[in-house]
């Protein structure tokens, strides 16, 4: 399994540098952020460990926190970068 | 199975749409629709987690309740902020995304182990006594050792064994049943997630001014760097490989090793971000980007989730590639950006200059800026991070348009590493309408410079020295800079003659052709803007 998961993680950091390897300066920090966004992803993991099998409350408690910030990391991160891009598409009208 | 299978196969759809996502985010045109297409992934990604969670004990409420809270708190938080302020809000957003992901390892490692089962391992002898409750209890151990719903006697002897370990502390049930990819995600998720978030909270301090933006040094800081490094390393190493989940007072043995390694990384956090200076900032952004990244990528092992690794992965490789863009636009390698240091104000032995030392400076005044302005054909404006700080992209934008209406040819020029985060002066230029098409590259613009009539310095410094060009001992030798000294004339708005980032004296000021004016950026365009219009 291990083998497999870390050539997953192989593959996907490789296929990051393939996708972005000329950014415009422009895009650096909404790609920067929208990334970082992208990062919130571990709420997937919140939410698993907020719901753990066995689950006592020292792990629910810990995950519902992992919940709230890894949603403020997701929401904040996507709003901010649509409000950014979207000040550079007005410019080119 | 199908509800499995269904959960599956949102989470491949999410790993498309982010992988599309983060391709068109790369590109002027499709960024917007890339970012909405990271947003869908998200959003799928969540649904299909929630649905998951469907078939188990759920405490909606927790998750409910903090869900809606972080998303009010991120609301708020990205329309509230000023762009000027962005630097500091993408420092938040990285350090929550840490966070984030060191509460996830905890939490995994708190539901999975030790204090978090509720039998000890009388109660298990019972159990294997009275084979009648095996099946109750070890429902009650995690997945992996557990056939849910089994009936008591088929239950594998074995089975019952390895969970009589786990409790007795031998074996640690996370390695045991997940195997070592788990349990090593496990540790780099907490000692990743702790870096990021102190790391973040001291960039938030330094880009706020909360705490000094020098580079804080002292004696024997690389050694102690690197002993912690050391010890997070073999604590690590430990935890993954070695460390049994033996009760020890209220936790277990590994956990109470969770919390040395959580409080580690939140020290390692600070010591490494403390010594790098303002200006190596979007450096170290970008760095906590990927690192953000790489958390939640960790994470992913321990959940063993492909989506989780794959995305956090790519977002690692991302902050990556901006971090090596910044560093090229410095000159300066990754490691002597860690190392940190540059143009650190308490060493003493990097070169200090104040206005002494300059000779042949020649100062002007707002009014004269705009008689200047009244007779050229070219002028271009070089922003930096002092025009972030006097907020002044409003009025240059306003005296641009105005000399634009004028036939003026207007550009600015932007450095890749100006401000304090990769692509600051573009966000803060395009907030204040600046058109696109104006803002023009260093490598496009360096050889228009001969042609051009006046260049207006705002709150830039290091980026225009021309002593990165012919000072080969300078700090700033070989870094690419801005060839604004070999435009006709250039104006330097600036509070005073403090040396810049590197510490070092900008030879630009002494210039023949270089003009001088004292002041707050946005008070002397201001100024220069009333006086063009009243002619």
Redesign the interface.
């Known amino acids: 399994?291990?083998f497999l998961?870390?050539t997953?993680?192989a593959l996907?950091?490789?296929?990051?540098?393939e996708?972005?390897?000329?950014?415009?300066?422009?895009?650096?920090?909404?790609?920067?952020?929208?990334?970082?966004?992208?990062?919130?992803?571990?709420?997937?993991?919140?939410?698993?460990?907020?719901?753990?099998?066995?689950?006592?409350v020292?792990?629910?408690?810990?995950?519902?926190?992992?919940?709230?910030?890894?949603?403020?990391?997701?929401?904040?991160?996507?709003?901010?970068?649509?409000?950014?891009?979207?000040?550079?598409?007005?410019?080119?009208a | 199975m199908t509800l499995e299978h269904g959960i599956e196969a949102a989470f491949l759809l999410a790993i498309f749409l982010f992988i599309f996502g983060i391709k068109a985010l790369g590109k002027v045109r499709t960024a917007r629709s890339g970012n909405t297409y990271a947003w869908l992934a998200m959003l799928i990604a969540i649904v299909a987690a929630l649905a998951s969670a469907n078939s188990f004990v759920v405490n909606w409420y927790w998750i409910g309740a903090a869900g809606v809270a972080g998303a009010v708190v991120g609301v708020v938080a990205a329309t509230r902020v000023a762009m000027t302020a962005m630097p500091e809000m993408v420092a938040l957003f990285n350090g929550s995304g840490g966070i984030a992901s060191l509460l996830v390892a905890l939490a995994a490692l708190w539901g999975w182990n030790g204090s978090g089962l509720a039998h000890d391992k009388a109660t298990l002898n019972d159990a294997i006594l009275q084979p009648q409750h095996v099946a109750e209890v070890l429902k009650e151990l995690p997945e992996g050792l557990t056939d849910h719903g089994a009936a008591p006697e088929r239950i594998d002897p074995a089975r019952i064994d390895a969970a009589i370990a786990v409790v007795e502390g031998k074996l640690p049930q996370i390695r045991d049943s997940k195997g070592p990819s788990t349990s090593l995600g496990l540790v780099l998720s907490i000692l990743i997630g702790g870096i990021t978030l102190s790391g973040s909270f001291v960039a938030y301090g330094k880009l706020s001014e909360k705490i000094s933006g020098n580079a804080i040094v002292f004696p024997g800081q690389h050694a102690l760097n690197g002993l912690l490094l050391l010890a997070a390393a073999v604590l690590c190493g430990w935890m993954a490989f070695g460390a049994t989940a033996a009760p020890m007072g209220p936790l277990s043995y590994l956990e109470w090793l969770a919390v040395i390694l959580t409080v580690l990384s939140l020290v390692l956090g600070v010591t490494l971000v403390i010594p790098i200076g303002g200006a190596d900032m979007p450096v170290v952004i970008s760095l906590l980007n990927s690192y953000s990244g790489l958390a939640a990528s960790m994470t992913g092992f321990v959940l063993q989730n492909t989506l989780l690794i794959v995305s956090g992965a790519m977002v690692g490789a991302a902050g990556l590639i901006l971090t090596a863009i910044m560093c090229k636009a410095m000159n300066r390698s990754l490691l002597s950006v860690l190392m940190g240091g540059f143009g650190a104000t308490s060493g003493g032995d990097g070169p200090s200059e104040d206005a002494r030392d300059y000779k042949n400076i020649k100062k002007t005044t707002s009014e004269e800026l705009a008689m200047m302005l009244d007779g050229i054909s070219s002028v271009v404006f070089v922003p930096g991070y002092g025009l972030a700080v006097a907020q002044a992209q409003h009025v240059v934008r306003e005296l641009s348009d105005l000399l634009a209406s004028r036939d003026i040819q207007v550009t600015y020029a932007i450095h890749p590493v100006a401000g304090r985060m990769p692509g600051h002066m573009n966000v803060l230029l395009a907030e204040a309408n600046v058109p696109y098409e104006q803002l023009i590259e260093m490598d496009q613009i360096n050889p228009q410079f001969k042609t051009t009539d006046l260049s207006i310095i705002l709150g830039a410094n290091d980026v225009v020295n021309p002593a990165a060009l012919d000072e080969p001992e300078s700090p700033l030798a070989g870094m690419p800079i801005l060839n604004v000294h070999e435009s006709a004339n250039v104006v330097v708005i600036k509070r005073s003659l403090s040396p810049g980032y590197a510490g070092v004296k900008n030879k630009l000021f002494e210039r023949d052709n270089t003009l001088m004016l004292f002041g707050d950026a946005k008070g002397a365009l201001q100024e220069c803007l009333d006086e063009l219009k009243a002619n």
């Not at chain 1, 996907?12 to 540098?17: D, S, V």
């Open positions: 399994m291990i998961l870390l997953v993680f996907a950091i490789f296929l990051g540098f996708l972005i390897t000329k950014v415009p300066p422009t895009l650096h920090t909404p790609l920067m952020s929208g990334a970082n966004a992208i990062s919130g992803i571990t709420i997937v993991g919140a939410i698993t460990c907020a719901y753990a099998e066995v689950s006592p020292a792990a629910n408690v810990l995950g519902a926190a992992a919940v709230f910030f890894a949603m403020i990391n997701v929401v904040g991160g996507f709003m901010v970068t649509d409000r950014m891009l979207g000040m550079f598409k007005k410019k080119k």
